[in-house]
């Protein structure tokens, strides 16, 4: 695992155009970076693709333990809300997709960092934007990356009705593209796949419906169930048959409480991180994060303090693992899961060991195909 | 993962495979045709055939939707806690 220093592509940004990709910039800073990128070997991808699979195997456990168990208090999901994620979860309601954040080096075993399960994006750069990168700096070398095709293979077998609505928030070009990209897919996997704003999503006393009064009958939302939850139409879920993507058992891996459960039930797994809900029990240097804390916030670890909005929910105590660094640069490996299976991964960088919101995306190819 | 063939889009960047020509349907010729809509072929004669590949920019959702008909339909109440990159 290496990382190069390369000369960008001259007519990268007009690649990225018409590529669709509109948030390659985000205010003004250069998002999509390909003045570096991360080298792999085979070995190293199997050794990825290996930990994410256990990692998603521990994961599904541990959800189940939870269920079972009634573990809701270790992972911050309030008593109102229990029975609708133990519901969509003895459904076995399926997912789509999450993206397990790993802190690796290329040596020793990958560690999970947290799991972004239901609201995970630099999707589009991971499946497409880096894979065009690819054929254009080394036309002849692999990708760790089936993202693409993974996707359009795994929507036949949600056992969704024809038409998936599609929505987000209105106030980010990232989580539109990244919308849009599934639209893609989805359209692709013929199915019907109009888009709109969650704030457009209407009530009429009994179902959810779209601007031209039909029925969401299954939705995907690029929007967090905590805020679902506690939006004013949130007391309506319950009730309305709405299938949601990702379904609300995701809650039970989404949330930071899940690091403490799994630490919990496999203690000293080589993929994981001693975690608690309490400070001061790992025994050595620590980072909290707040239990649904989002993009680096509210973040603290030896040395840094991140601001937001989170906290208030309160914390899980993580094992602190700085990431590895490069020419000044950290790295942590975002690896894909497409209907829980390790599909691919993407890299996000930055000067500060926190990866926040402004991390840039950089590209990787694997060494030996070359 | 070596792929047999390029990567194909739909919709985004207008639809297109990955590293043709950028020349090509206009997105909404492309998705009417991707979803079979009867009207597709209309579509795509009223929407010039041919993009001018507008792909930076994505393209809206709903414009539609009357007053009237959306009158008896509370909206708005998804969307207040987190309006900005709810992603991760």
């Not at chain 1, 699979?53 to 992972?75: K, S």
């Not at chain 2, 997105?27 to 979803?35: F, G, I, L």
Request: charged share 25%; glycine share 10%; hydrophobic share 40%.
């Amino acid at each position: 695992m290496r990382r190069h220093r390369l000369d960008p592509r001259p007519d990268w940004r007009e690649r990225a155009r018409a590529l669709g990709f509109a948030f390659a910039e985000i205010a003004g800073e250069p998002y999509w970076d390909e003045t570096a990128c991360w080298e792999f070997t085979a070995g190293e991808v199997d050794t990825l693709e290996a930990a994410t699979a256990e990692l998603e195997r521990l994961a599904r456990e541990a959800a189940d333990h939870a269920v079972r168990h009634d573990r809701h208090v270790l992972l911050g999901i309030p008593d109102p809300v229990w029975p609708l994620v133990v519901r969509s979860w003895q459904q076995q309601e399926p997912s789509l997709y999450g993206r397990m954040d790993l802190r690796w080096d290329g040596t020793g075993p990958p560690k999970l960092l947290e799991y972004n399960a239901d609201t995970p994006t630099s999707l589009y750069e991971s499946a497409v934007i880096q894979w065009e990168w690819l054929t254009c700096a080394f036309p002849d070398a692999d990708q760790f990356n089936s993202i693409h095709e993974a996707l359009v293979a795994a929507w036949p077998t949600l056992r969704l009705p024809h038409r998936v609505h599609f929505a987000c928030g209105r106030d980010s070009d990232e989580d539109r593209g990244t919308v849009d990209y599934l639209r893609d897919t989805a359209i692709q996997a013929r199915l019907d796949a109009p888009f709109l704003f969650m704030e457009d999503i209407g009530w009429d006393g009994k179902r959810f419906v779209d601007l031209d009064r039909r029925e969401l009958r299954a939705c995907f939302k690029l929007y967090p169930w905590e805020f679902l939850l506690r939006d004013a139409f949130g007391s309506h879920i319950a009730q309305a048959s709405t299938r949601w993507i990702e379904p609300a058992w995701r809650l039970l891996l989404s949330g930071k409480g899940l690091l403490a459960l799994l630490w919990e039930l496999f203690p000293g797994h080589p993929n994981l991180l001693p975690a608690f809900r309490e400070p001061g029990r790992t025994g050595g240097a620590e980072i909290a994060k707040p239990l649904f804390g989002r993009e680096g916030a509210n973040i603290t670890a030896p040395g840094l303090r991140t601001d937001g909005p989170y906290g208030a929910e309160g914390y899980v105590y993580q094992q602190w693992a700085e990431l590895p660094r490069a020419d000044g640069r950290y790295a942590v490996i975002g690896s894909w899961i497409i209907a829980g299976a390790s599909r691919g991964i993407g890299i996000r960088e930055d000067s500060g060991a926190i990866t926040r919101d402004t991390s840039r995306f950089v590209p990787h190819f694997i060494r030996g195909t070359v | 993962m070596r792929r047999p063939a390029a990567i194909m889009l739909v919709l985004m960047g207008g639809g297109l495979a990955l590293w043709s020509v950028n020349r090509g349907p206009s997105r909404a010729c492309v998705e009417a045709r991707a979803q079979q809509r009867p009207d597709a072929e209309a579509i795509c004669r009223t929407s010039g055939g041919s993009s001018g590949h507008s792909s930076s920019s994505y393209y809206g959702g709903h414009s539609g939707a009357s007053a009237t008909a959306a009158s008896a339909i509370a909206r708005g109440g998804f969307g207040a806690a987190g309006a900005h990159a709810a992603g991760s």
